[in-house]
């Protein structure tokens, strides 16, 4: 690897760190292709994608931001799981690795924290982004067909009114 593909791969790695709030890092060492691209193709479905980088690189491309803990993550062979949803990424890594005890979860960075394997699977157990909305759209919908069903009601008994009235009369 020369100069210039180093320099592009530090300005990839920057933004990769810029630009997605959780990064997860793991260790595949053993893993097959076919186990790999598997792995890929379940995070491309999410949104999410994995990646092999040279430690070396990505601890420039971190320039000491996350200090010695987080320097201490990239030891060995180790790829970066990232998505633009901060749990996304977490939750497939951590339900990949139960399935398959080649894949090891280091640890992750999260904008400036370091955080170990249980605060990237403490990460993996909580709703995913669209998850939340689907749930706040739910709850916000819930009080307006309340408030709707209650404000039928009066109008519908004043109709049943008039109406039993009208057939007494008739």
Known sequence: MDRAQKAESIEEL???FADNATVVVTQYT?????????????????????????????????????????????????????SADPVTAAKISVQY????????????????????????KSLATLPSLDELRGKLVGLLQAPATKIAGVLQAPAGAVARVIGAHARANA
């Open 14 to 16: 920057k933004s990769v």
């Open 97 to 120: 690795a139960k399935e398959n005890d080649k894949l090891k979860i280091i640890g992750g960075i999260m904008d400036t924290e370091v955080l170990n394997e249980a605060g990237v």
């Open 30 to 82: 053993g893993m097959t292709f076919v186990e790999m691209s598997e792995l890929r193709n379940r995070l491309r479905k999410e949104g999410a994608v994995v990646k092999v980088f040279k430690n070396r690189l990505a601890q420039k491309a971190l320039d000491g931001k996350v200090g010695e803990k987080g320097d201490a993550l990239f030891k060995g062979p180790v790829a970066l799981v990232y």
